[in-house]
């Protein structure tokens, strides 16, 4: 069945959930408060770097499947579904989570629904606000009980997120008796067979978050195995490719390096600490405020390698680095690793030189103070050290002979551990990882 819904937020997970709806043959409103951004994409203009997302947002606003607007009136009008996709980032006084998006929209929503609709979240939040929020939908509706609320949370992958949309590997519904179940199988039935875990708000909103610090925790638990290797002379490579051959263990997340960053992971893990301080189940995460420290020291040791590299200070010398987004295949630089770790060079009087194939405008706005190349060849133009801090496809691909003509010295931190150590040491480069001799 033809569905007519509204995703309310155009920030990530709000563009690529409406474009990925109207490619299964929906109609789709999307809605933000920022009227440039809403024009920008309504003349097909993403304001993101998502792979095949630009494609998909312009095949259905040319088809008329998708729009955007900034009226919530017109948008109760429209819709008989509306997505809640909004931000919820960690706030400035603390750990917890900053709700105030998620809250406002609701509060503009809300008052127009006057018939029966379903209003779905997909943001990640503390648990509870499911509850809180569909007690909020009845006393301002017009429409009250028949406002109905469910929790659906996404699992998107920045760099993969329209496959993780159109080919999830699962559905999280968390509802009440009612219609919601029927209605939201029937919208993401053109998916396929997909595993379909349904169940309360509580635990719809746990699975998100949990799942998030798993993923953390299996990060900095190499990472934390890579200090060990760096001290005991061990490689923190190949130990975790030994283990990934454990199936009760897996390989995926167990690539040791400069460690995790972006908008989801660390602001999540410290929301959910901040969630069961609440709680009065504060101890039970108490291992996630290690997972944290971890992640942030390895940050700080990629700085100390090339501190070493240079004769122990960097005041004066030029340092490259490669990557600013937090990951490859992305432009975002929420707590880019990459970035803390260029500007911790700079503070020390390093003349850093920072490139990065998608994310140099953002890392411009965000630290105005750092160089920026055009090239990674630039950037490394007359460096005494080179680090390698995001592990995008061109930068593993490069070669370091030729690499070696622009430097001023052959010396290289492989933050991401990419870099074929025994290729770059025969090319002359003096080689550091994080987690091997």
């Known amino acids: 069945m033809r569905h007519r819904l509204t995703v309310i937020g155009s920030g990530y997970l709000g563009i690529t959930h409406a474009a990925c709806m109207a490619e299964l043959g929906h109609e789709v409103l999307g809605l933000d408060i920022d009227e440039d951004r809403v024009r920008s994409l309504n003349q097909g203009e993403l304001p993101i770097h998502e792979q095949g997302l630009g494609e998909l947002l312009r095949r259905n606003l040319a088809a008329g499947r998708l729009r955007f607007g ?26 917890a989570a900053d709700l105030s998006q998620l809250d406002a929209a609701v509060a503009a929503l809300a008052p127009h629904l006057d018939r029966p609709c379903l209003v779905v979240g997909k943001s990640t939040v503390p ?61 993401y039935g053109p998916l396929g067979d997909i595993p379909t875990v349904v169940t309360d708000y509580a635990t719809a909103e746990l699975v998100k978050t949990a799942a998030n610090a798993f993923l953390a925790t299996k990060i900095s638990y190499i990472n934390a195995i890579a200090e060990v290797c760096e001290a005991a002379g061990a490689d923190v490579v190949r130990l975790a490719e030994a283990l990934g051959h454990d199936e009760r263990i897996g390989r995926r997340f167990l690539a040791a390096g400069l460690g995790f960053g972006g908008g989801c992971l660390p602001k999540d893990i410290r929301a959910f600490v901040a969630r069961a301080e609440e709680l009065g189940t504060g101890e039970s995460l108490e291992f996630l405020r290690q997972v944290d420290a971890i992640n942030l020291r390895r940050r700080t040791r990629a700085v100390d390698h090339a501190r070493e590299l240079v004769a122990g200070s960097f005041a004066g010398r030029k340092v490259a680095v490669l990557g600013a ?9 929420r707590d880019s690793p990459a970035l803390d770790v260029a500007a911790a060079i700079a503070r020390e009087g390093g003349q850093v030189s920072v490139y990065d194939p998608a994310a140099l405008d953002n890392a ?20 005494e050290v080179v680090l390698l801090l995001t592990e995008w496809r061109e930068f593993v691909e490069l070669d370091p002979a030729a690499l070696g003509q622009e430097v001023a010295v052959r010396a290289v931190v492989d933050g991401r551990n990419v870099l074929d150590p025994a290729a770059w040491r025969a090319a002359g480069w003096t080689y550091r990882s994080l987690g091997r001799r």
Request: overall charge negative.
């Open 364 to 383: 411009r706005k965000a630290f105005p103070d750092l160089a920026y190349a055009a090239s990674a060849a630039e950037a490394a133009r007359g460096a």
């Open 127 to 187: 648990v509870g606000t499911a509850e809180r929020l569909a007690a909020r939908l009845t006393e301002l509706a017009p429409a009250g009980e028949a406002a109905e609320l469910a929790w659906n949370p996404e699992f998107l992958r920045e760099g993969h997120a329209v496959e993780d949309t159109l080919s999830p590997d699962r559905i999280v519904l968390g509802v009440r008796p009612g219609r919601a179940e029927g209605l939201l199988r029937d919208l």
């Open 325 to 333: 987004a937090f990951k490859p295949e992305s432009d975002d630089i």
């Open 70 to 95: 900034t009226d919530p009136k017109e948008a109760a009008a429209f819709g008989d579904l509306h997505f809640l996709c909004l931000g919820t980032p960690q706030r400035k006084d603390s750990g």
